[in-house]
């Protein structure tokens, strides 16, 4: 069973701050993590994934992810923030088994980014 | 350019009257469409998937249904909304298990 864990509901930094927000996973097998990013009252928009290869991962917007087997891992950075910025961020976990694919999403991390 | 389209908006409905959300997808052959369910503030909780047309798999059980009439259509709907469906749902199609594509989503409040 995949579980992901978010363990900060919210983090608020000035503009032109860098952030790091956390994401540690369980999972046994071959998976996919990737984060997702909601604006308020709109769908979610794909940020980045991992699967194999180099454990940093460039996304969209200056964000970028590291992956780290022993840790666990796929903490979303960016190293300087924007107001626009502020949304709720998902990382997720997939991986494909039997009964078809399932995306598993942590619980959110509010980012707020004050002027 | 694939698109994904969902429709209502928005919905505001009585509890115990039938509903039906839908979601359209184009620019893709056989795609993978799923359902997600989140409330207010909360996580988002995957309700159904569909890998093609007429079969549909029910992840969690929430008094909801849904239906794959078309090879670019998914369909949720119940009979009798619960005041606990209130909330919004995201249809997303995926290829692989990795970066879902989501529609903007329907929000429905039941009261």
């Known amino acids: 069973t995949q579980t992901v864990s978010q363990s900060d509901a919210h983090v608020t930094v000035f503009e032109g701050d860098s952030v790091e927000l956390r994401c540690n996973y369980s999972?046994?097998?071959?998976?996919?993590l990737s984060w997702y990013i909601q604006h308020h009252g709109h769908g979610l928009q794909f940020l980045l994934k991992?699967?194999?290869?180099?454990?940093v991962v460039q996304g969209v917007n200056g964000f970028e992810a590291e992956f780290s087997k022993s840790d666990s891992s796929f903490h979303l950075r960016k190293a300087s923030v924007h107001w626009s910025d502020s949304a709720v961020y998902f990382c997720a976990v997939s991986a494909y088994g039997s009964s078809g694919n399932k995306l598993i999403f942590g619980i959110g991390t509010l980012l707020s980014v004050k002027p | 350019a694939q698109t994904i389209h969902q429709w209502p908006v928005a919905e505001i409905k009585a509890v115990g009257s039938p509903l039906s959300l839908g979601c359209t997808i184009k620019?893709?052959?056989?795609?993978?469409l799923y359902w997600y369910w989140q409330a207010t503030g909360g996580t988002l909780q995957q309700l159904f998937y569909s890998i093609t047309v007429g079969q549909v798999e029910s992840v969690v059980q929430l008094n909801l249904s849904a239906s794959r009439p078309k090879d670019d259509q998914f369909i949720l709907s119940t009979e009798k909304l619960l005041l606990s469906h209130s909330g919004f749902y995201l249809c997303?199609?995926?290829?692989?298990?990795?970066?879902?594509?989501f529609g903007s989503g329907t929000r429905l409040l039941v009261i």
């Open positions: 997303a199609w995926g290829q692989g298990a990795s970066d879902y594509t």
């Open positions: 991992y699967y194999s290869g180099n454990p």
């Open positions: 620019g893709k052959s056989s795609p993978n």
């Open positions: 999972y046994g097998g071959s998976i996919y």
